[in-house]
């Protein structure tokens, strides 16, 4: 089975546009560049002293979105992975220098 995950951006205005970010053999693999997407994001955005709150508000407003697929079209946006909770966490380590 391949795992793909794709990365929904503009979701904001009226056209969005979706791109392949990559095609993956298991599922840890595809949640890990979906990590490192969102982390790319929050770690380019982070200014010090941001509250957890603003940059998870920026990440909402702006980031892109990745959402992993099977490839059996019988899944959309598997199971174990939620972009914007993992985005909440990241922001409140970040911000709270752990990790």
Known sequence: MTFFVEGLSGHRKPETKVRRIGDYKT???AIMAAQRLIDAFLK?????????HALAALYQ??????????DDDKTYNVPGF???????TRSQELC???K
């Open 27 to 29: 599922l840890p693999e």
């Open 82 to 88: 939620n972009h914007l909770h993992y985005a909440l």
């Open 61 to 70: 407003e702006r980031g892109e979105y990745p959402f992993i697929f099977r």
């Open 44 to 52: 380019r955005e982070f200014k010090p002293g941001m509250k957890p």
């Open 96 to 98: 709270g220098g752990k």
